[in-house]
T-cell receptor
Framework: AQKITQTQPGMFVQEKEAVTLDCTYD???????LFWYKQPSSGEMIFLIY??????QNATEGRYSLNFQKARKSANLVISASQLGDSAMYFC?????????????????FGQGTILTVHP | NAGVTQTPKFQVLKTGQSMTLQCAQDMNHEYMSWYRQDPGMGLRLIHYSVGAGITDQGEVPNGYNVSRSTTEDFPLRLLSAAPSQTSVYFCASSYGVVGYQETQYFGPGTRLLVL
């Protein structure tokens, strides 16, 4: 089973509008972290936002916010007031214990990504 | 701080050749890892290290070797390149592994083509 699922291969949004990129995850652990990364056409991976499993409030970073619904195991990224520079691939990722119930958190598990295109 | 650096940026190999992808970080991070990115598959973990002298396998380790003799460096070796190893390779690091909140920071990537 997929650990991280991004069901939208591609999304389009008009400049200045808001857009939501979907991410659902699968884990049996109580302690985990969720991350969003942006990959522009230049190829680098840029960290955008983080949400911890025990955080009661949704994370926000400037125009980025994370709509965290723990019971539904979803961590959707919301980009407000889209800009042309937001056009990129977006990846959702999860960090969970190396072993169930463990305390060592190493690897990130990534979704397949969503390509966002912002139209002027 | 230079952050995470990778060399080379682009490499073409012939099948059977060997090479080493270099990765270095100057943030005194304990945790370093290598991912490969293939079209439509996101990033997959190859190998990782939780500190100098300690390495372990990730999801797709076959055909790759790693070592970690210093905190700063984490090279990835392809012993006998195959066309299936054509990919973009990313090195990443984070401060530690004790907390799931640790953000991983990525290098700029190495684009590898194996003919």
């Amino acid at each position: 089973a997929q650990k991280i699922t991004q069901t939208q291969p591609g999304m389009f949004v008009q400049e200045k509008e808001a857009v939501t990129l979907d991410c659902t995850y699968d884990t049996s652990d109580q302690s985990y972290g969720l991350f969003w990364y942006k990959q522009p056409s230049s190829g680098e991976m840029i960290f955008l936002i983080y949400q911890g499993s025990y955080d009661e409030q949704n994370a926000t970073e400037g125009r980025y916010s994370l709509n965290f619904q723990k019971a539904r195991k979803s961590a959707n990224l919301v980009i407000s007031a889209s800009q042309l520079g937001d056009s990129a691939m977006y990846f959702c990722a999860m960090r969970e214990p190396e072993e169930a119930g463990g305390t060592s958190y190493g690897k990130l598990t990534f979704g397949q990504g969503t390509i966002l295109t912002v139209h002027p | 701080n230079a952050g995470v650096t990778q060399t080379p940026k682009f490499q073409v190999l012939k099948t059977g050749q060997s090479m080493t992808l270099q990765c270095a970080q100057d943030m005194n991070h304990e945790y370093m890892s290598w991912y490969r990115q293939d079209p439509g598959m996101g990033l997959r973990l190859i190998h990782y290290s939780v500190g100098a002298g300690i390495t372990d396998q990730g999801e797709v380790p076959n055909g790759y070797n790693v070592s970690r003799s210093t905190t700063e460096d984490f090279p990835l070796r392809l012993l006998s390149a195959a066309p299936s190893q054509t990919s973009v390779y990313f090195c990443a690091s984070s401060y530690g592994v004790v907390g799931y909140q640790e953000t991983q920071y990525f290098g700029p990537g190495t684009r590898l083509l194996v003919l």
